[in-house]
Nanobody
Framework: QVQLVESGGGLVQAGGSLRLSCVAS?????????MAWFRQAPGKEREFVAV??????????YYADSVKGRFTISRDSSKNTVYLQMESLKPEDTAVYYC?????????????????WGQGTQVTVSS
């Protein structure tokens, strides 16, 4: 069982930056090789933002086209934490952001590919 707790959301003006954190309460964080961020805006479905997959031979990172070049996902295994650095924020980035975790070696951009979810953190970007 893994508990994920997000933080770092808030209200920011367009063009600003935020860094989201997701702390995993598990001693086996290293076995969760797929860590992802999703977001859900009011009235919309949950959508993929970014995923990091770790493998013995290396790893992969994927981003949604809408955030590519502006968002960066990273991981600090010593702190059981995954980050989402968000730059050049736009009003359309406004959403609740969720952290998700799973084991496995194949990246998934579909929410069904993840076993554990955080409670979400609100990001609001004003124009």
């Amino acid at each position: 069982q893994v508990q994920l707790v997000e933080s770092g959301g808030g209200l920011v003006q367009a063009g600003g930056s935020l860094r989201l954190s997701c702390v995993a309460s598990t001693r086996t964080f290293g076995t969760y090789t797929k860590m992802a961020w999703f977001r859900q805006a009011p009235g919309k479905e949950r959508e993929f933002v970014a995923v990091m997959v770790i493998r013995w031979s290396g790893g992969n990172i994927y981003y949604a086209d809408s955030v590519k070049g502006r968002f960066t996902i990273s991981r600090d295994s010593s702190k059981n934490t995954v980050y989402l650095q968000m730059e050049s924020l736009k009003p359309e980035d406004t959403a609740v952001y969720y952290c998700a975790a799973a084991r496995g070696s194949e990246a998934s951009m579909n929410s069904v590919g993840y076993d554990y979810w955080g409670q979400g953190t609100q990001v609001t970007v004003s124009s």
